[in-house]
């Protein structure tokens, strides 16, 4: 006699795969949605990127397209067991650590990152490495959703002028450099961040991941189509941006040197792209068939029970903005800065060129120009911040010392070790050119009473600062002088500066903290 069993009972370990319960549903879209409303403020800094940055708009489709790429694999949640996997809470843990790290030291691409990892390690802990595995790709690929790049624009920037100014020289036309600007005969061009490819090469890696996924079964293929769509973007910016200049060169300075020279530039991106899609499909693979559904008494395990790993989930997502709001507010000084102008032992000199730092606006600015005892003039430039945000920080990448429209631009930098009275100070050399007489700059940071000039050391120190509730008031230190007569002799009295008025600047700083 043949019994069939009622509806809704599977035979379980007979013939039937493991079927994902649809109690599991809720505790499925509770852990995947907590983060959105636990991490509102790092979801609204993403956003804000993509709308303005059109190198970052495609992070409006990554999602989509990820979704749409795990609803393609779907056939897999019928073949495997949810099981719950506790050593993946250790990774999330590690993920939320990372984002504090970057919300105490306000680095906003590592709170970004951090945020989004937490997706696939929540898909990890709850379903487990078998089943997760199978969909590696499709979670990795929202990490396309962080507005990242910026940090490669300077590099190649210098890369593209490098180029273009020897395939132009190559060509036999006579070129004057100074920095990524250079002239030619019929005119002058400089490489700004428009010119540095960084949205070609972003849209390239993005497309090419994707394609490489679709296509290719072998990750060796896959490797070497990801690595082609990351050289051959530069490449061809070089090819572009000389293009470009050769048709301005030949046409008179009337061709591409204005709209037409964006339109000619994704024109050729554009084909470029086509090019490389096109003949990557000539070793293209198959996709391979989902296996069929495990045979009797096949299936390791059964699906559990996903909302106690869930909870789990949500609460250890939790921790982390809400530990980051308790910091947040004990380091906050509502005390207004005044800072005190250095009492220096140098007169006050006149006539100083017409340059200051384009830096966020600080809470307080402080510039004076002194004649040391030679007769040549030194300009102080302070920036001092207190509550420091992203609209108001120490350390960001839109900070410059001179902005992109004005006469300043610089044209060499570098790392220098000097003496200050006792101290021993490392701080940054940047040649600026453009006015009467160039300039050489010395500047480093001042955070938590002590001086930098790496970035990353001064983010490092301004998360240790906030961590032991210390605040994270930073300034910035800068002096100049000119030098028509040459280098050597602006860092001769930038040296004397230092040595006898170091001193009265650290206190100032203090004293601005202090109060």
Known sequence: MHLTPPPGVIKA?????????????????????????????????????????????????????????????????????????????????????????????????????????????????????????????????????????EIFVGPLINYTADFT???????????????????????????????????????????????????????????????????????????????????????????????????????????????????????????????????AGRVQGAARPLMPMALAVVALCAVWPAFAAFNERANHNAQEVALPEPKLGWPYAAGFADWEVRYMEPDARLARAYSAPDGRPVKLQLLYYRNQSKQKGLISSVNRLAGEKDVWHETASSVRTESAGARTLALRET????????????????????????????????AQAKLMFHGDDGALVAIAAPAADGEEAARAALRAFLAQNFNAVDAALVAARGR
């Not at 990524?180 to 400089?190: A, Q």
């Not at 600026?432 to 300039?439: Q, R, V």
């Not at 001086?451 to 983010?459: D, E, P, R």
Request: aromatic share 14%; proline share 6%.
């Open 431 to 462: 040649v600026l050119d453009g006015g009467e007489s160039p300039l050489v700059v010395w500047h480093l940071m001042w955070i938590d009473g002590q001086y930098t000039a790496s970035n990353v050391a001064g983010k490092l120190r301004q």
């Open 165 to 295: 100014v020897w395939a132009v020289q190559a060509t036999g036309i006579p070129v004057l450099r100074n920095g990524t600007r250079f002239e030619l005969p019929s005119g002058s061009w400089s490489v700004v961040e428009a010119c540095s490819g960084i949205r070609y090469l972003i849209s390239s890696i993005t497309l090419g991941c994707l394609y490489a996924y679709l296509t290719y079964r072998s990750n060796v293929r896959r490797a070497v189509f990801i690595g082609l769509s990351i050289v051959v973007p530069i490449v061809a910016n070089w090819l572009r941006a000389y293009g470009i200049v050769m048709i301005g060169h030949m046409s008179g300075m009337e061709l591409a040197t204005g709209v037409d020279h964006l339109v000619y530039g994704w024109l050729f991106f554009g084909v470029i792209m086509f090019i490389m899609f096109w003949i990557g499909s000539y070793w293209r693979e198959d996709e391979q068939p989902i296996a069929a559904a495990p045979a």
């Open 13 to 149: 370990g007979i013939d039937a795969p493991a079927q994902p319960a649809r109690a599991n549903y809720l505790p499925l879209a509770l852990a995947l949605l907590a983060p959105f409303l636990l991490y509102l403020g790092t979801v609204r800094s993403m956003v804000d990127t993509w709308n303005s940055s059109e190198t970052f708009a495609h992070g409006y489709v990554i999602m989509p397209i990820s979704l749409a790429l795990i609803w393609r694999q779907r056939a897999w949640f019928g073949q495997l067991p949810a099981q719950p996997w506790r050593p993946a809470l250790v990774l999330l843990a590690g993920a939320g650590a990372a984002w504090l790290a970057g919300r105490i030291a306000d680095v906003q691409v590592v709170m970004q990152y951090a945020f989004v990892s937490m997706f696939p390690l929540a898909f990890l802990a709850l379903l487990g490495p078998r089943l997760a595995a199978k969909f590696t790709f499709p979670l990795l690929f929202l990490l396309f959703a962080v507005p990242f790049g």
